[in-house]
């Protein structure tokens, strides 16, 4: 058997008798004539064990001292010391207290010499002239007696050493199994404690994400503003444009950061619609439009069929948009960028980026779709967070759809392209359409003065932009910075349309509402909730609530007067 152990933990040997066992069955013969000696000798011979003469008590003695022996010999009538006083120093040493002797007497029918014998504890009797074949025969009993038992001692111990070693090695393993499961038990209690940080960053990053949207509506809006001011000295459009796009900028990071803290609270709810991605591609490249025709990109959009698939417009517009942004930014001025869409086959359309530029080496192909992975290739500050692929990635995916990329080297340009399911495979979306609150922009009402409005933000600047804009458009505003006077307001006034915060100190949004609903169950106010939040389930809310429209901030101007617009066109 074979064990081996762990030098760490310590092993305890057996307490047992580790002393191997003497064999070799010697039998000793013991007689004072020497002839009787030789006769024995030859009697046993066929035995085949080891023979060990002694010619007196004495010399027994000696040889018993040093030797194992199986069988003992031994002539009664001996001088000096005879055969009974050998055998009863024999019996009296615990080493040789049970050797079987076999007393040899020349006396016949001694039975006073038989009883001392056995008195002896001699287990056998021989009587002079000794018969060999008998001498023989009874030697040999006591000599398989002896190896038997001696083979059966061995393998006791034997047995005895493999349960303690078996018991060991159980121990061993039962040792390291503990090891082990504290090691693991030590793990998943890391992994919490990183699953609660994890947890609190994705927090910081939606609460951080919501609370960088409330500044950067109004300022939005006041650029917007500047901007239909149609006496600017040029220096100051120049200003704006720099402000627009470095606003338009910002937007964009805290959307991403927004959509991350989404994807990672799986609240992401797409609104599928039937829809031919050349449709798709030419939304998302109107946004992107400015940024390739400031880096004087040519773009070149290559569909020779319909293809028609089931997607939320917006999200997958969002996805190639993103795409030709790249394409823009990571292309040196004057490249090229090439979109194409087609069908794969019966079940799959894809639409593909391509672009000139500055390409992706190979080791960050593999990760590229991995969230803040990015090559801090551009220093102006125009770069992302590394966020854009894996959101467009989460989103295709969402899509049943895969996205990939390919670019040969560094300076070789770069390749991304979107597969989806089309509209006939079996993964494809079941349509669901977008709310109206996305619609173009209708025609203002034409008496827009007599179109009165309410605004209640606690926001100072983003209340007052927000009148500045409907005023510029000839609407009547009144504006409230709490819940509480704002209810009062639409109360008293009953305006056609009100603009509520939902994120207002004491009676907050839902709150004005639902009171309004109880006060006034007649009201014919359309009411629009412009709120931060823009998650679904606050959507859901929203509309739970009685609220008409949900806007999330930063709206722009166009997009709050598109709805204000289109609700007053509502019956
Ligand atoms: P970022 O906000 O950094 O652009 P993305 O997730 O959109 O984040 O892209 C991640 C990284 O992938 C980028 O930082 C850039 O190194 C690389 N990359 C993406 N698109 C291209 C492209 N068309 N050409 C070259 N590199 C690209």
């Not at 121990?171 to 699953?195: F, I, M, S, Y």
Request: glycine share 6%.
């Amino acid at each position: 058997m074979s064990f081996e152990c762990d030098a760490a933990i310590p092993v305890e040997l057996p307490d047992i008798d580790t002393q191997p066992i003497r064999s070799g069955a010697k039998i000793l013969i013991v007689d004072d004539t020497p002839a009787n000696l030789v006769a024995i000798e030859a009697a046993l011979e066929p035995l085949q064990r080891q023979l060990v003469t002694a010619c007196s008590g004495q010399d027994a003695l000696g040889h018993l001292l040093e030797q194992e022996f199986a069988l003992v010999i031994l002539d009664v009538q001996m001088p000096e010391m005879d055969g009974y006083e050998t055998a009863r120093w024999i019996r009296s040493r615990a080493r040789t207290q049970h050797l079987p002797i076999i007393f040899m007497t020349a006396h016949d029918h001694d039975d006073a010499a038989v009883l001392r014998a056995y008195e002896l504890a001699a287990v056998d009797f021989l009587f002079k002239p000794i018969v060999p074949e008998v001498l023989r025969a009874k030697a040999s009993v006591f000599v398989t007696l002896h190896e038997r038992t001696e083979a059966l001692a061995i393998e006791r111990i034997e047995r005895e050493f493999e349960n303690r070693f078996r018991d060991l090695e159980t121990d061993a393993l039962r040792r390291e199994r503990d090891r082990e499961l504290a090691a693991k038990h030590e793990l998943a209690h890391l992994n919490r404690v990183l699953g609660e940080h994890d947890r609190r960053k994705d927090e910081f990053i939606a609460i951080l994400a919501h609370e960088l949207r409330n500044p950067l509506s109004p300022i939005r809006t006041s650029i917007e503003l500047l901007r239909s001011d149609a006496g600017l000295p040029p220096s100051t459009t120049r200003l704006v444009d720099v402000l627009e796009r470095q606003t338009n900028q910002l937007v964009r990071l805290v959307d991403d950061l927004l959509d991350v803290s989404r994807i990672k609270a799986d609240k992401i709810e797409l609104r599928p619609e039937i829809v031919d991605l050349r449709d798709v591609v030419d939304a998302a490249l109107m946004t992107a439009r400015p940024l390739l025709d400031e880096r004087r990109h040519t773009v070149a959009v290559t569909a020779p069929e319909r293809v028609v698939v089931a997607v939320d417009t917006v999200r997958l517009a969002q996805v190639i948009c993103n795409l030709l942004n790249n394409a823009a930014r990571y292309t040196p001025p004057g490249g090229h960028v090439h979109v194409t869409i087609g069908n794969c086959d019966e079940e799959v359309a894809f639409v593909q980026v391509k672009d000139d530029g500055i390409g992706i080496p190979p080791e960050l192909q593999a990760t590229i779709f991995q969230m803040f992975v990015q090559e801090r290739v551009r220093s102006d500050g125009s770069g992302g967070l590394g966020l854009g692929l894996a959101l467009a990635r989460r989103l295709v995916e969402l899509h049943h759809g895969t996205i990939r990329c390919h670019s040969e080297g560094r300076d070789r340009g770069s390749t991304f392209e979107i597969q989806l399911p089309r509209i006939t495979s079996s993964l494809a979306l079941s349509p669901r359409p977008r709310t109206r609150d996305m619609e173009p922009m209708r025609p203002d009402a034409s008496d827009a003065r007599s179109i009165r409005t309410v605004v209640i933000d606690d926001n100072d600047d983003a209340r007052e932009l927000l009148s500045e804009v409907l005023r510029g458009k000839g609407y009547s505003v009144m504006t409230a910075s709490d819940g509480q006077s704002g209810l009062g307001l639409i109360r008293e006034q009953q305006p056609h349309v009100a603009i509520v915060d939902i994120g207002l100190p004491v009676l907050d949004g839902f709150a004005v509402v639902e009171a309004l609903q109880k006060q006034c169950p007649q009201l014919k106010t359309r009411l629009i909730a412009l709120t931060g939040h823009g998650q679904s389930t606050d959507h859901d809310r929203i509309k739970v609530a009685g609220f008409h429209a949900h806007l999330v901030k930063p709206a722009s101007a166009a997009t709050i007067l598109a709805c204000l617009s289109q609700q007053l066109q509502e019956p």
